[in-house]
């Protein structure tokens, strides 16, 4: 897993993304843009965080589903 | 055996669509799709912790920041795990202070290798040899290099193709043999006499009516 670790946190990578998501971006693109990540790890990390039921999908858009929220949550405590 | 070579047969070919994959990669797991509208050097290579792989890897770590310019994804294969590959990349930048940058495919399945037809047996029978797939943004295959396992590649002609490419899409041109970005194009060649007889007085530099070359303007 590249967004989340085995111990369910998420990654460097996976954080950002999830910040992302939580500051109103919703594509894969703008996620892309704004965190510096490239294309192609964005639309990874966001098919796994989905998986995971931390994100999810609409069409072409994401957003952070509750349970991406609380653990966002968590991690800035 | 006579699997394995029943299913090479079936080689990708230039100008059509890249085998889908997904699989699972040093960056995590990646789907062929997940490159779309970047252009994508996949590699292949025999193995990892060999020394001809490790120069490659080097010096497509070297040219990597020249792709990112141009817009081009790199994707390593070969058959060993992503354990390996980690220890490996992990230990190139130790001895060497090289960082790869790119993710590299575990295909212990090779199921990637077979679709590509990466495993030549008569070279090896479980190695990937080493291949070189150029995919454009639209997921087409537009160019293969085949290289034997003892002749690591060359990351000049690798970056003269992408050159090529790019240039060829923008501009409708081709390229003659050993161009260099800055070189004059090869105009396509004239389809009707019409065309032929106008082509001469249009200031283009010509051999004949069929080979004629120009300068791109710089943009």
Redesign the interface.
């Known amino acids: 897993m590249a967004c989340i670790s085995p111990d369910g946190k998420p990654t460097e990578s996976g954080t950002k993304t999830l910040s992302a998501l939580k500051s109103g971006l919703g594509s894969a693109e703008e996620i892309a843009k704004s965190t510096g990540l490239p294309l192609f790890r964005v639309r990874s990390g966001l098919r796994e965080l989905t998986q995971a039921g931390l994100a999810n999908q609409k069409g072409d858009t994401y957003e952070l589903s509750s349970r991406g929220v609380e653990l966002l949550g968590t991690l800035s405590n | 055996m006579e699997e394995v070579r029943e299913r090479t047969i079936s080689l990708p070919r230039i100008g059509e669509p890249a085998p889908a994959f997904e699989v699972a990669t040093t ?5 062929l ?3 779309k ?2 252009w994508l050097i996949l590699f292949s290579h025999p193995a990892d912790f060999t020394p001809v792989c490790t120069t490659e890897f080097i010096a497509f770590a070297e040219i990597y920041p020249e792709l990112q310019k141009r817009g081009v ?1 790199l994707l390593g294969l070969s058959v060993d795990s992503v354990s390996s590959h980690i220890a490996w990349v992990r230990n190139i930048e130790e001895k060497t202070g090289v960082r790869i940058p790119f993710p590299i495919i575990a295909d212990l399945s090779k199921e990637v290798s077979l679709a590509y037809g990466m495993i030549h047996p008569g070279q090896s029978k479980t190695e990937t040899v080493r291949c070189v797939f150029i995919i454009d943004p639209n997921q087409i295959i537009r160019t293969i290099l085949y290289y034997p396992l003892t002749t690591g590649r060359n990351m000049d002609e690798i970056l003269r193709i992408i050159a090529a490419l790019q240039t060829t899409d923008k501009n409708a041109v081709a390229t003659p043999a050993n161009w260099r970005p800055g070189d004059m194009v090869v105009v396509p060649p004239p389809n009707t006499q019409e065309m032929a007889e106008e082509r001469l007085k249009q200031g283009y530099e010509c051999v004949d009516w069929y080979l004629c070359k120009k300068k791109l303007q710089a943009k």
């Not at chain 2, 960056?27 to 789907?31: D, E």
């Open positions: 960056q995590g797991v990646l789907k799709e997940d490159f509208g970047a994804q």
